[in-house]
């Protein structure tokens, strides 16, 4: 069993940066597929990227894509989303979590198994 440890969250105005991390302890890290999911006030969890146990392959959320970048280092045990040019409904608290399923599997937020505790991101107009 995996726990996961989400930081990086805060408050950051329109077109901003802002780097999200988790670290993972407890498993083999680099036997999971790691994502990022975010849920926004009143709406359900959805999903925003994902990456390979080997970091070979991603996948992104529509409404992110070419501005979010997830990365992953199997030495130090941690995932990262790169936020760039950030927008109001980018809002959410943000959610690292694991699966032992494919990445083409963990763009499915059902599939998830491991979850960290949520990074508040807020991004002001």
């Known amino acids: 069993q995996v726990q996961l440890v989400d930081s990086g969250g805060g408050l950051v105005q329109a077109g901003g940066s802002l780097r999200l991390s988790c670290a993972a302890s407890g498993g083999t890290f680099s036997s999971y597929t790691m994502g990022w999911l975010r849920q926004a006030p009143g709406k359900e969890r959805e999903f925003v990227a994902c990456i390979s146990w080997s970091g070979g392959r991603t996948y992104y959320a529509d409404s992110v894509q070419g501005r979010f970048t997830i990365s992953r280092d199997n030495a130090k045990n941690t995932v990262s989303l790169q936020m760039n040019s950030l927008k109001p409904e980018d809002t959410a608290v943000y959610y690292c979590?694991?699966?032992?399923?494919?990445?083409?599997?963990?763009?499915?937020?059902?599939?998830?198994?491991?979850w960290g505790q949520g990074t508040q991101v807020t991004v002001s107009s």
């Open positions: 979590a694991a699966t032992r399923r494919s990445s083409l599997a963990a763009t499915r937020t059902l599939n998830y198994d491991y």
